[in-house]
């Protein structure tokens, strides 16, 4: 059974930094390339980062480049997103995505929340 489990969503203040992390099981996780999106509620899903199988190639949306790190561990099947200077505006529901081919798998999301 294919999940992806997402963890590490919270409230922080403006200025602060969060990492949320994703956990794959149930297919070849090495194989797909791993993106965070974020939506909030009434807009479209947007993508914030991506990282790329084999290579490790990353992208940034222009919102959290400079700020956003994207990065993945194939051993422990996880893909983390540090946060760092979060702005109000980057509070969303956080989604963790694995693609390859045709294959396309959603976690359940995690709230993260920026506010004083």
């Known amino acids: 059974q294919v999940q992806l489990v997402e963890s590490g969503g919270g409230l922080v203040r403006p200025g602060g930094s969060l990492t949320l992390s994703c956990r794959g099981s149930?297919?070849?996780?090495?194989?797909?390339?791993m993106r965070w999106y974020r939506q909030v509620p009434e807009k479209e899903r947007e993508l914030v980062a991506s990282?790329?199988?084999?290579?490790?190639?990353?992208d940034y949306a222009d919102s959290v480049k400079g700020r956003f790190i994207i990065s993945r561990n194939n051993e422990a099947r996880t893909v983390n997103l540090q946060m760092n200077l979060l702005k109000p505006e980057d509070t969303a529901v956080y989604y963790c995505?694995?693609?390859?081919?045709?294959?396309?798998?959603w976690g359940q999301g995690t709230q993260v929340t920026v506010s004083s």
């Open positions: 995505n694995a693609q390859w081919l045709a294959n396309n798998y």
């Open positions: 990282i790329t199988s084999p290579s490790s190639h990353t």
């Open positions: 149930g297919f070849t996780f090495s194989r797909y390339d």
